[in-house]
């Protein structure tokens, strides 16, 4: 069974970057695309972005300015950065599996709330 | 961008009702790659639909997908209590993917 697990800070002040990890357990990271998703408190899902082991990356044009995907295979794990946030960025982040290539999600995280915030 | 477009908003329906779902993209989804999912309060989504009409892994018979093109349907057959929840459409056969704002399938 895949289980991902998201970790990091829960508040992050405003215009500096947020940062989060997710760890995979019950699949090699080496054997498939991984993604994060958000969603803001009351509102819908919104994609981030997605890479493969060897560091192939796609992200969302609105975000891709601020954002980074990247993966550790020694440790089993994948990490998102987001730049310059702000108040907008506050959300329910998911990280996830994708079957295959073409984005479908399969296995969910539980989510992490970040509140930007002074 | 592939916009999605869900209705309706909400659904208000009884234990045992039947519950028709309606997703429309702005754009052919290509290859039919679009899925559904289920969210209840305070848990992550949960794949229910792929393929526009294959279902997930022990996901009950009583979810139905239908649908190609730029018009998708999710069908519950009887909701029971455990349904009522928000259901979301996404493509993924395009690049950004997109998900639909979601329907509240809510008990009447």
């Known amino acids: 069974q895949v289980q991902l697990q998201e970790s990091g800070p829960g508040l992050v002040k405003p215009s500096e970057t947020l940062s989060l990890t997710c760890t995979v357990s019950?699949?090699?990271?080496?054997?498939?695309?991984w993604t994060w998703i958000r969603q803001p408190p009351g509102k819908g899902l919104e994609w981030i972005g997605y890479?493969?082991?060897?560091?192939?990356?796609n992200y969302n044009p609105s975000l891709k300015s601020r954002v980074t995907i990247s993966v550790d295979t020694s440790k089993n794990q994948f990490s998102l950065k987001l730049s310059s946030v702000t108040a907008a960025d506050t959300a329910v982040y998911y990280c996830?599996?994708?079957?295959?290539?073409?984005?479908?999600?399969?296995?969910w995280g539980q989510g992490t709330l970040v509140t930007v915030s002074s | 961008e592939i916009v999605l477009t869900q209705s309706p908003g909400t659904l208000s329906l009884s234990p045992g009702e039947r519950a028709t779902l309606s997703c429309r993209a702005s754009?052919?989804?290509?290859?039919?790659?679009l899925a559904w999912y289920q969210q209840k309060p305070g848990q992550a989504p949960r794949l229910l639909i792929y393929?526009?009409?294959s279902r997930a892994t022990d996901i009950p018979d009583r979810f139905s997908g239908s649908g190609s093109g730029t018009d998708f349907t999710l069908t519950i057959s009887r909701l029971e209590p455990e349904d009522f929840a928000v259901y979301y459409c996404?493509?993924?056969?395009?690049?950004?993917?997109?998900f639909g704002g979601g329907t509240k399938v809510e008990i009447k």
């Open positions: 996404q493509q993924y056969g395009g690049s950004p993917l997109t």
């Open positions: 019950g699949a090699s990271i080496s054997s498939y695309y």
């Open positions: 996830a599996k994708v079957r295959g290539n073409a984005g479908l999600i399969d296995y």
């Open positions: 754009q052919s989804v290509s290859s039919s790659y």
């Open positions: 890479i493969y082991y060897s560091g192939n990356t």
């Open positions: 393929a526009a009409s």
